[in-house]
């Protein structure tokens, strides 16, 4: 099945420098590639998502990036405030003609702290 | 607020048990996915339902089991509790089944089992 990578497991920063979170999946035939956000106890919130006819998608301060043919994709975070710290998740999803559609497998997660 | 709603937020049992998890997806929204969060193992699949349907399973224990309603609710059902169980529930929900849809996710039950 479909595998997702993500590293580093933590990042630290200091407010106003720019986080990069890399995430590499398995499964060629994954077409969908979701970021979320998860802030301690509370849900998972989508940031952002990148289909894989796109190769950029940008919103604000936070870009995605994707390489289908090295299988990796990206998240950038810019100007990063103490806000912006909490866990996020890269995600991969295979179409739906698959089997097994529908499911998200997550990366490990990365501890994003930003420092005053 | 996603518009995905849990109940109940926390529930505490004992090894042995068996408990029910409850979600209501977004209005509108046919498909539901049920996920796991623990410590050791992330977030993982473990059910997806579409309009009553089940529709794709991932590492799903037998223990486990879960359905739809017509009225497009879903209910995760855990039986025998073992301490390991002990994590917090996700459910999310999404418009339909198609290639790219959305996952939006409640605020999760947090199982505590002693």
């Known amino acids: 099945g479909e595998n997702v990578e993500q590293h580093p497991s933590t990042l630290s920063v200091q407010e106003g420098d720019s986080a990069v979170i890399k995430c590499t999946y398995s499964?060629?035939?994954?077409?969908?590639f979701p970021w979320y956000k998860q802030e301690l106890g509370k849900r998972p919130q989508l940031i952002i998502d990148?289909?894989?006819?796109?190769g950029e998608k940008k919103d604000q301060r936070i870009a995605v990036t994707l390489n289908k043919t090295a299988k990796h994709f990206s998240l950038h975070i810019t100007e990063t405030q103490p806000e912006d710290s909490a866990v996020y998740f890269c995600?991969?999803?295979?179409?739906?003609?698959?089997?097994?559609?529908?499911?998200?497998?997550f990366g490990q997660g990365t501890i994003l702290t930003v420092h005053p | 607020d996603s518009g995905v709603t849990q109940t109940p937020k926390h529930l505490i049992t004992a090894t042995g048990q068996r408990v029910t998890l409850r979600c209501s997806p977004r209005?509108?929204?046919?498909?539901v996915y049920w996920y796991q969060q623990s410590l050791d193992q992330g977030l993982q699949f473990l059910i997806q339902?579409?309009?009553?349907?089940?529709?794709a399973k991932g590492n799903i224990l037998e223990r486990f089991s879960a359905q739809q309603f017509p009225d497009l609710h879903s209910e995760l059902n855990l039986s025998s509790l073992e301490l390991g169980d002990s994590a917090l529930y996700f459910c999310?929900?999404?418009?339909?089944?198609?290639?790219?849809?959305?996952?939006?996710f409640g605020p999760g039950t947090r199982l505590t089992v002693l």
């Open positions: 999310a929900s999404s418009l339909h089944v198609s290639g790219t849809d959305t996952q939006y």
């Open positions: 499964d060629s035939a994954s077409n969908y």
């Open positions: 990148i289909r894989s006819n796109v």
């Open positions: 995600a991969a999803k295979r179409p739906e003609y698959s089997a097994s559609y529908g499911k998200l497998t």
């Open positions: 209005s509108g929204d046919l498909s």
């Open positions: 339902y579409y309009n009553g349907e089940e529709r």
